[in-house]
């Protein structure tokens, strides 16, 4: 049986508080976002499904990181472990699990905007093809620096010669996942842009797609802490590696949840809904305020839409009824796509 540490330093105790507060949001994020889809009766596609699978990779991710912290030694120093065999399983364990969560992630956004804007089909499809390279040659440099697998498990053969450069393998991965987190920011501005609505709306929209901005700027930090690592803190990573451990995990689960944020909307105007008729009756019952027809009669008729020839705004109300209406009849023509602020309606002909 593992040896277990004591969780007595202050960088151990962050490494559990960060991820469990982060394994909830990014949970709870994409819960809000299925229950969204489930009140606009619409079917999960693939980039549901591969958020779903992210944010089970982040919540293994920091679940890995607890076993770190609790058997693996993460916030001790070397000379301070006296079996290093968990530990080099936990850091192969971070480098995969970190791999995979980001083109997860990735994919499923480029997903969404494809959806959205049919025209970025191209451009997204080969951005995928190079994320999926790019989390597949990362995943296998994790296991593949050392001349023998084997050797990954045995933290002193790292130092032996037998392996190749981590430290620069660390840092060209780190470097290219942020080129590829700015490439997928700026894919759909060009888009956007060109869309025929008022001006402060699309900078409402830019500034929607921009909250991955922060994204690319954790991934910028996390990047800090692996070239500010000397090659004398790679001898002792249990204690040098553990705010990279901390940025690391915290990238997905930011990406994760932004990536729900745009379509929660639908769930939020449920709960608003909710909390204004339980206010409107009250004030009724008091006769100290507007009836509930007038105060919720603007926003039943509330309308937000993406098209590239709009010209007379439809209410998304009754965008909806006729959607319900015609798939009834099986020959519906209209896709509702919720982004936020905006509904996209797209025709089929």
């Not at 949970?27 to 693939?46: F, H, K, N, P």
């Not at 890995?64 to 301070?80: N, W």
């Not at 499923?108 to 995928?128: A, C, E, H, N």
């Amino acid at each position: 049986m593992p040896n277990s540490f004591p969780i007595e330093r202050k960088d151990q105790k962050s490494i559990i508080a960060v991820g469990v507060v982060f394994s909830v949001l990014a949970v709870v994020a994409v819960g809000m976002r299925l229950v969204s889809r489930r009140i606009i009766q619409r079917r999960l596609d693939w980039s549901d499904f591969l958020i779903i699978a992210a944010c089970i990779t982040v919540v293994s991710y920091w679940a890995t990181a607890l076993a770190g912290v609790v058997i693996g030694g993460l916030g001790f120093h070397v000379g301070e472990i006296i079996d290093m065999y968990g530990h080099a399983e936990v850091e192969i364990a971070f480098q995969i699990l970190w791999a995979i969560a980001g083109g997860l992630y990735k994919v499923s956004i480029l997903l969404f905007y494809i959806d959205i804007f049919p025209t970025l089909k191209q451009w997204g499809r080969v951005t995928m093809a190079i994320i999926f390279c790019y989390t597949l040659s990362t995943t296998l440099a994790a296991v593949l620096v050392c001349e023998e697998i084997d050797d990954n498990w045995e933290y002193e053969k790292l130092f032996q010669g037998k392996c190749g450069d981590r430290i620069l393998v660390f840092r060209v991965t780190g470097a290219l996942n942020i080129v590829s987190d700015v490439v997928v920011l700026l894919l759909p501005v060009r888009n956007v842009l060109k869309l025929q609505m008022p001006l402060y709306r699309r900078l409402v929209l830019l500034a929607t797609f921009a909250l991955g901005l922060l994204t690319c700027v954790i991934s910028i930090v996390r990047l800090g802490t692996l070239t500010s690592l000397s090659p004398g803190d790679f001898r002792d990573t249990p204690y040098a590696i553990m705010q990279t451990v901390i940025w690391s995990g915290l990238e997905p689960s930011v990406a994760v949840i932004l990536a729900c944020v745009p379509l929660m909307r639908p769930l939020v105007l449920r709960i608003r809904g909710v909390v204004d008729s339980s206010e409107d009756q009250s004030k009724s019952m008091s006769g100290n305020g507007q009836s509930l027809s007038m105060r919720t009669a603007p926003r039943a008729l509330a309308y937000n839409q993406i098209h590239d020839s709009v010209a007379v705004p439809v209410p998304t109300a009754r965008i909806h009824n006729m959607e319900a209406m015609l798939i009834s009849r099986g020959d519906s023509p209209i896709s509702d796509l919720e982004l936020g602020t905006i509904v996209h309606a797209k025709s089929s002909k």
